[in-house]
């Protein structure tokens, strides 16, 4: 257990539904990611935080994708209007300046 | 071309046998490569990280950084059965964010 959560664990969503997830970091880390991981390869970025303030965000995070990370504490990923190629396991990692990102257990989202 | 690219797998090998895996990464400016290991199902687990060229060592784990031919490698020795797992090569490029692998998955046959 690295210390990072995430809720839910798992999400099953019909097509067009919007989902929401969280990610609880390790109290001091300040800086927080998101990526997202299909099966048969490596996690790819989706965006990352530097306290509250949103730094980058890849192509892959289309306009139905947004994120927020209120206060610097807690952060949220939002898909709006669900599609099959949303399915994946979306992962949470966190980074207290020595460069290295502990994940969280991930939430896995089947869209139906 | 991906930044970073591992050797498909799978990879064989019997228990108590070294396992060797090999990433290569693209953006020269990368300064820090990154091990993890990842089970059937689960998230992915830091094993080791390095910055500098040469040997790192921890416990049965080896990373080994060649910078001049964008080469990383990660060597298990005395495998075990419980090592059985997709091991991901990740780099950063000065921007914090990872590049991974699409992981190579060991099996190691008691």
């Known amino acids: 257990d690295t210390g990072v959560s995430q809720n839910p664990r798992h999400k099953i969503t019909k097509r067009g539904q919007n989902v929401t997830f969280r990610c609880d970091p390790i109290?001091?880390?300040?800086?927080l990611y998101w990526y997202r991981q299909t099966l048969g390869q490596g996690p790819e970025f989706l965006t990352y935080?530097?306290?509250?303030?949103?730094?980058?965000k890849s192509r892959l995070l289309s306009d139905r994708f947004s994120a927020e990370r209120p206060k610097g504490s807690f952060s949220t990923l939002e898909i709006q209007r669900t599609e099959q190629g949303d399915s994946a396991m979306y992962l949470c990692?966190?980074?207290?300046?020595?460069?290295?990102?502990?994940f969280g257990p991930g939430t896995r989202l089947t869209v139906l | 071309q991906k930044e970073v690219e591992q050797n498909s797998g799978p990879l064989s090998v019997p228990e108590g046998a070294i396992a060797s895996l090999n990433c290569t990464y693209s953006d020269r400016g990368s300064q820090s490569f990154f091990w993890y290991r990842q089970y059937s199902g689960k998230s992915p687990e830091l094993i080791m990280f390095i910055y500098s060229n040469g040997d790192k060592e921890d416990g049965r784990f080896t990373a080994q950084l060649n910078k001049a031919s964008q080469y990383v490698s990660l060597l298990i020795r005395d495998s075990q059965p419980s090592d059985s797992a997709t091991y991901l090569c990740?780099?950063?490029?000065?921007?914090?964010?990872?590049?991974f692998g699409a992981g190579t998955t060991v099996t190691v046959r008691a």
């Open positions: 935080f530097q306290n509250e303030a949103q730094l980058e």
């Open positions: 990692a966190t980074e207290q300046g020595e460069d290295t990102q502990y």
């Open positions: 990740a780099s950063d490029s000065n921007d914090y964010k990872l590049s």
């Open positions: 109290s001091e880390h300040n800086r």
